[in-house]
């Protein structure tokens, strides 16, 4: 009997052979054969065939296999992890990330949320309602400012003014916020207070995103000129900008005679998309503004001494004395405190959603939470208007063509001084026709009542729109559709279009703007901006927004102003 290896092996000994061999009397029983398999487990009841081993070759092959296999599980896994965090950061506007124009996830800028023992340096400006002018302006004359410089110097003469001197020192600071004032929306357009001259002198004047330069009504003499709320304004004879200065080149460079050099002084003229027109002469004058500390900044800044008033422009300045700009361009007031480093460039409005509260607006980007708005890429376009890219436009379910003479993707212009909201030619034919199905719900077309084009009479007699919203539909813009990027919405209810006339009808706010920038644009106007903060961050290079009460700010320097 063979036993198997020695004694140092033995712990290894897997079984056993029994070799039997035939009695030596009788060898033709031949010998027998007999092998045992050792097993630490309980004995099996059943028999199982012995398995059959692989190669050493295929038995490593399989291995890395299946380490590629565990691999690739676990990088498909991952991918569906970050796919499925970057989806939850981006469907809330409390997110910490944001997708940039090019496609990229970048971290949002937390200082200003996060920094609660940095104290919030900015200048807010209650707004503040027009009203009592609405009834004037009858059902066509309705206020689109989106004001660009056209020409100068036809109608000016050299101006008779007093000698005055500007010597007050600039004091810098970080932000600003003004109220603002308007009326029940027939007029649409809202108003702050500016300090200006020295000693200052309080003007209200027509907040306006879509115009460049501030001017004020001015007595020099004025030509033709409305009330106003207040005395003209008369700057010092030595304010009055030369030719040679570098602010009345960008400006009259931008005009469509040029800049003039052998004038004697800086004239301009501005026409307005409502067909209306301010001519004037360019002034440097001081600019007190007082921030949420109650600190008192004095600034020189460039305004527009305005003496000849055309068109229904007007009509709207028998309440203020002027236009503030607070476009994009180098003239606009928050790029001049800007480039003083007085403020950050980004401004801010909030409109009530109620007609008569008015609201508030701000420069500078102290008091912007980054995390708590829905952003959109500001785009850059030679009208410094602050435009964005809407990729579709909605009534309830049904899609509004955007314009049908060119393809891809639509633009929204934000503008403060528009007292209405205005579609491109198409989608305000289709929205109209899809507007027809509240004839079923009782309501009938009166074309007695013109204070807007299309109005309707309710069965029966409301007394707000909020009565009547529930057989309209919201309106919804769709910002971003690259495969790429998580689209952004900004919606706009039925009471961010409609009014209530004075005859109690309900009027579509929505009208028809194939008149303005080539028709190819949407114009977002006073009335579809109630109850929403709007941010234009020109730093950023983009426009946020988020739904609000629009609660007047208090005046103190507490980081959690209630602006939100």
């Known amino acids: 009997m063979d036993s198997g290896d020695d004694d140092q092996n033995h712990s290894q000994l897997k079984g056993f052979v029994i070799i039997t061999l035939p009695p030596a009397d009788n060898p033709s029983l031949g010998k027998t054969i007999t092998a045992f398999t050792i097993s630490n487990s309980p004995p099996q009841q059943h028999h199982q065939p012995p398995q059959s081993h692989l190669p050493i070759s295929l038995h490593r092959s399989r291995i890395h296999f299946d380490r590629q296999r565990r691999r690739l599980s676990f990088t498909l896994l991952s991918v569906l992890v970050i796919a499925l965090l970057t989806f939850c950061f981006l469907q809330t506007p409390q997110n910490l990330f944001k997708l ?12 200003n949320d996060d920094n609660d023992d940095k104290k919030a340096k900015a200048f807010v400006f209650p707004l503040y309602p027009k009203s009592g002018f609405g009834e004037m302006l009858g059902n066509r004359d309705m206020e689109v400012k989106l004001g660009k410089f056209s020409m100068f110097g036809s109608k000016s003469s050299v101006l008779p003014l007093d000698d005055g001197g500007l010597s007050n020192k600039v004091v810098a600071s970080n932000s600003a916020v003004l109220p603002i004032n308007g009326d ?42 409305a009330k106003g709320a207040h005395p003209y304004y008369k700057p010092a004879r030595g304010s009055i900008l030369s030719s040679e200065d570098s602010f009345c080149y960008d400006v009259q460079r931008n005009s469509k005679s040029g800049h003039c050099e052998s004038c004697s002084q800086c004239d301009y003229e501005i026409e307005y998309a409502d067909r209306s027109s301010s001519l004037g002469v360019l002034s440097r004058d001081d600019l007190r503004l007082v921030d949420i500390n109650d600190t008192s900044i004095n ?33 606009s007031l928050p790029s001049q ?68 003479t060119k393809k891809g993707n639509g633009r929204v212009v934000f503008d403060s001084g528009s007292s209405y909201t205005y579609f491109t030619k198409q989608a305000y034919s289709e929205l109209t026709t899809m507007l027809k199905d509240v004839a079923r719900d009782g309501f009938i077309q009166d074309t007695s009542d ?42 706009i209810p039925p009471e961010g279009y409609l009014i209530l006339s004075n005859k109690g009808n309900v009027c579509l706010g929505i009208l028809d703007g194939s008149d303005l920038l080539d028709g190819s644009h949407i114009v977002l106007g006073d009335i579809s901006m109630r109850g929403i903060l709007v941010v234009y961050d020109n730093t950023r290079q983009k426009i946020g927004w988020m739904r609000s009460e629009c609660n007047n700010p208090k005046q103190s320097a507490n980081k959690s102003l209630p602006f939100f």
């Open 100 to 111: 940039t124009s090019s496609g990229s996830l970048t971290k949002v800028d937390q200082e």
């Open 184 to 225: 029940e929306l027939r007029d649409g357009l809202y108003y702050t207070q500016m300090d200006v001259g020295n000693p200052p002198r309080p003007y209200f004047l027509d907040i306006d995103t879509g115009s460049d330069l501030t001017w004020i009504q001015c007595d020099a003499p004025c030509t033709s000129c």
């Open 299 to 331: 600034s020189q800044v460039i305004i527009g001494c305005a003496y000849d008033q055309q068109g229904i422009l007007l009509n709207s300045l028998t309440k203020t004395d002027g236009i503030l700009g607070l476009s994009r361009a180098k003239v």
């Open 337 to 404: 405190l800007a480039k003083q480093g007085i403020i950050d460039n980004v401004i801010g409005h909030c409109l009530t959603s109620d007609s008569v509260s008015g609201g508030y607006m701000f420069f500078g980007g102290d008091l912007v939470q980054q995390s708590k708005m829905y952003w959109v890429p500001m785009l850059n376009d030679a009208s410094m208007n602050y435009l964005a890219e809407v990729s579709k436009v909605t009534y309830g379910s049904k899609q509004l063509s955007l314009d049908r």
């Open 450 to 491: 013109i204070t807007l084009p299309i109005c309707w009479r309710p069965k029966s007699p409301i007394r707000s729109i909020k009565d009547v919203t529930k057989f309209f539909k919201p309106v919804t813009f769709q910002f971003g559709r690259k495969w790429w990027t998580i689209p952004t919405y900004l919606q």
